[in-house]
């Protein structure tokens, strides 16, 4: 299980941003996938998950209605797109996958359910 991560940049305050996760060594559709963020000094936070279905999704409250968590099976990527951004974005962004037995509904923000990171993008929201 592999998780390639990219698409990470330096954006103004308001601007737009698509985050890529892309998966090898198993089929989107399989296992959980979540994003997640660590700004300096602070611990490492869930920010959006899709389940192995696809049918659901999860954002934290602090970027609701801003971020959005898509896959797409033929390419066996993750995407986070990210709109309004604002400073307090900045971090580095990772992508996880769960690849323990889970129904096919289920993701979480939780850091302690996933197996698998990605190697983080950085992301840079200037005011």
């Known amino acids: 299980v592999q998780l390639q991560a990219s698409g990470g940049g330096l954006v103004q305050a308001g601007g737009s941003l698509r985050l890529s996760c892309a998966a090898s060594?198993?089929?989107?559709?399989?296992?959980?996938i979540g994003w997640f963020r660590q700004a300096p000094g602070k611990e490492r936070e869930g920010v959006s998950c899709?389940?192995?279905?696809?049918?659901?999704?999860y954002h934290a409250d602090s970027v609701k209605g801003r971020f959005t968590i898509s896959s797409d099976n033929a390419k066996n990527t993750v995407y986070l797109q990210m709109h309004s951004l604002k400073p307090e974005d900045t971090a580095v962004y990772y992508c996880?996958?769960?690849?323990?037995?889970?129904?096919?509904?289920?993701?979480?923000?939780?850091?302690?359910?996933?197996?698998?990171w990605g190697q983080g993008t950085q992301v840079t929201v200037s005011s």
């Open positions: 060594g198993f089929t989107l559709g399989t296992y959980a």
């Open positions: 899709i389940s192995s279905s696809g049918g659901s999704t």
């Open positions: 996880a996958a769960d690849i323990r037995q889970r129904p096919y509904y289920y993701c979480s923000g939780y850091r302690s359910d996933y197996d698998y």
